[in-house]
């Protein structure tokens, strides 16, 4: 649940910020650095970050900003652990389908505020299509838009069952596809009917995308 709040200034002046991020040498800090510091990994739709170098149980404010630093995307609000790292992968997946570059800000004590900078791609998308005109026995598969050489698990359901899967790696455009053409997954001899075909395990973002085809023989 988001919270209600009145953003306070951060804790670098918009000078000094514009001056660090126009710089050569402008990126997340190294673990090793002295204060915060974060990485920010974008991807479809939303942007994994991870983080330390905070206060033992600080309250860190997490912004999602355009590259202008004209416009919040997003904001949250997270822990800190007793060490002071984030105790585990935190996403800002609230971008209101902003598609681009985006600057990611930490606000935490002992401050100053920490950066990072990454891109946000469009939401991964698959299909399904029977081998029309005649169904010979296989479904085919294809999809846009994943994160350029994942590996992707492809699983066919027929009546409820899991009949076939494999891995594919995603091609340097974002596609699901073998060579220039979709997948081809076996059905059950004699199957008629309904099937799901399911992408998941792509890594780093690992929702599950679905194509649904009503008819498939």
Same mark, same amino acid.
């Given at each position: 649940?988001?919270?209600?709040?009145?953003?306070?200034? %951060?804790?670098?002046?918009?000078?000094?910020?514009?001056?660090? %991020?126009?710089?050569? +040498?402008?990126?997340?800090?190294?673990?090793?650095?002295?204060?915060?510091?974060?990485?920010?990994?974008?991807?479809?739709?939303?942007?994994?970050?991870?983080?330390?170098? &905070? /206060?033992?149980?600080?309250?860190?404010?997490?912004?999602?900003?355009? =590259?202008?630093?004209?416009?919040?995307?997003? +904001?949250?609000?997270?822990?800190? /652990?007793?060490?002071?790292?984030?105790?585990?992968?935190?996403?800002?997946?609230?971008?209101?389908?902003?598609?681009?570059?985006?600057?990611?800000?930490?606000?935490?004590?002992?401050?100053?505020?920490?950066?990072?900078?990454?891109?946000?791609?469009?939401?991964?998308?698959?299909?399904?299509?029977?081998?029309?005109?005649?169904?010979?026995?296989?479904?085919?598969?294809?999809?846009?838009?994943? =994160?350029?050489?994942? +590996?992707?698990?492809?699983?066919?359901?027929?009546?409820? /069952?899991?009949?076939?899967? &494999?891995?594919?790696?995603?091609?340097?455009?974002?596609?699901? !596809?073998?060579?220039?053409?979709?997948?081809?997954?076996?059905?059950?001899?004699?199957?008629?009917?309904?099937?799901?075909?399911?992408?998941? !395990? &792509?890594?780093?973002?690992?929702? !599950?995308?679905?194509?649904? %085809?009503?008819?498939?023989?």
């Amino acid at each position: 649940m988001k919270l209600s709040w009145r953003r306070p200034p %951060l804790l670098l002046s918009a000078v000094v910020v514009v001056a660090a %991020l126009a710089g050569p +040498t402008m990126a997340a800090a190294p673990a090793y650095a002295a204060g915060p510091h974060i990485t920010a990994v974008g991807g479809p739709g939303e942007i994994m970050i991870q983080g330390g170098g &905070f /206060n033992a149980d600080a309250t860190v404010r997490l912004e999602a900003l355009t =590259p202008d630093l004209g416009k919040v995307l997003d +904001t949250i609000y997270v822990h800190a /652990n007793w060490i002071g790292y984030l105790d585990a992968n935190v996403y800002l997946d609230n971008l209101g389908g902003y598609i681009g570059n985006v600057w990611v800000a930490a606000d935490g004590a002992p401050g100053p505020t920490a950066w990072a900078r990454t891109q946000v791609t469009r939401a991964p998308v698959m299909w399904a299509l029977n081998s029309a005109p005649a169904c010979q026995g296989n479904v085919y598969v294809g999809g846009s838009y994943f =994160p350029p050489g994942a +590996t992707v698990r492809l699983l066919l359901i027929a009546d409820s /069952n899991p009949v076939d899967s &494999f891995d594919v790696t995603v091609s340097a455009t974002g596609r699901i !596809e073998d060579g220039t053409t979709n997948y081809a997954m076996p059905l059950p001899p004699g199957f008629d009917g309904g099937v799901i075909v399911v992408a998941e !395990e &792509f890594d780093p973002y690992g929702p !599950e995308i679905w194509a649904v %085809l009503s008819q498939a023989c």
